[in-house]
């Protein structure tokens, strides 16, 4: 008869992985360190070859190649099981009832997140958010291993399996100061824009990629060197008059510019937009509840 390995031996060591200590890893699965150094003992076991390097005590835990890829897999694995477990509470009480975990990025989550809670506050009382902001990247590696139920993001973007549904168009616009706008031309050509003049987001916000391509900036000699690591910082640069930028239109919305004296234009090109959805694992048994969540947002946006 084959043994398979537990749950909870691979929830070990994914613990071990992330803590690098077992007294920190035995002090956050609630066991004694002798327990889970036998579970994972038992794991390597199973699986036929060490998964950690066994050095002194006083050097940092160092995990093998076999070691990481079991740890990928069996948080994938612990998602799953996470799954499966929401599956049976679908038939105990109302169904939006519980806490959900729910990541967004920083270019979205300033300008929506507080309206949702509100809104789903007086809707659904019984439901709780709990909020996370981070990027596309590390959230949609979250949502693989089960550490968030679903993300509220700008598409397109590669989700892997993951299922997704479009919930709104958010357009992009161009900032400029006062000053700068009298000296350009309304629509905006880039020809006409200095060089470097276009100030963009770090490339880990999804938000540069969209705007680059939605508006149609295919010179890269308008482009800065310099990227900001917030929409708000590149509205003080523009306010200052170092430039240009894209701003999603709900972020303007949002008062985002107020105060600013800066002018709001349209960028070249049509239909400048991003489209904004929610993801989630196709194993997930909450589809209603992403349903509901997403018909919400639907409606702020």
Request: proline content about 5%.
């Amino acid at each position: 008869m084959n043994k398979w390995p537990s749950l909870k031996q691979l929830y070990y060591l994914v613990t071990l992985f992330e803590t690098r200590h077992f007294s920190d890893a035995a002090e956050r699965c609630f066991v004694s360190q002798s327990t889970l150094s036998k579970g994972i003992q038992n794991l390597e076991e199973m699986i036929g070859c060490p998964l950690y390097e066994k050095k002194d005590k006083k050097s940092p835990l160092v995990f093998t190649y076999a070691g990481e890829q079991v740890v990928k897999q069996g948080r994938e694995l612990l998602a799953k099981g996470q799954d499966l477990i929401e599956l049976g509470r679908l038939g105990q009480g109302d169904l939006m009832e519980g806490q959900v975990k729910l990541g967004c990025i920083p270019t979205i989550a300033p300008f929506l997140l507080g309206d949702l809670v509100q809104e789903v506050n007086i809707r659904y009382p019984k439901l709780h958010l709990l909020l996370r902001e981070d990027t596309t990247s590390n959230l949609l590696s979250a949502l693989k291993n089960g550490e968030l139920d679903v993300l509220v993001l700008a598409l397109p973007v590669e989700i892997g399996e993951m299922e997704s549904r479009v919930v709104g168009h958010d357009p992009f616009k161009m900032i400029l100061s006062r000053n700068q706008a009298s000296h350009v031309r309304v629509p905006i050509r880039y020809a006409d824009l200095p060089d470097e003049s276009v100030f963009l987001l770090e490339n880990e916000h999804c938000l540069t990629e969209h705007a680059v391509s939605a508006c149609k900036l295919t010179a890269k000699e308008k482009i800065n060197p310099f990227m900001a690591t917030s929409l708000h910082t590149l509205v003080q640069m523009v306010a200052n008059g170092l430039g240009t930028t894209f701003i999603p239109q709900m972020a303007v919305e949002h008062g985002l510019l107020d105060n600013q004296n800066l002018v709001v234009v349209d960028p070249p090109g049509q239909s400048a937009y991003r489209l904004i959805g929610l993801v989630w694992r196709p194993s997930s048994s909450r589809r209603e509840v992403f349903g509901h969540l997403a018909d919400l947002v639907s409606e702020l946006l």
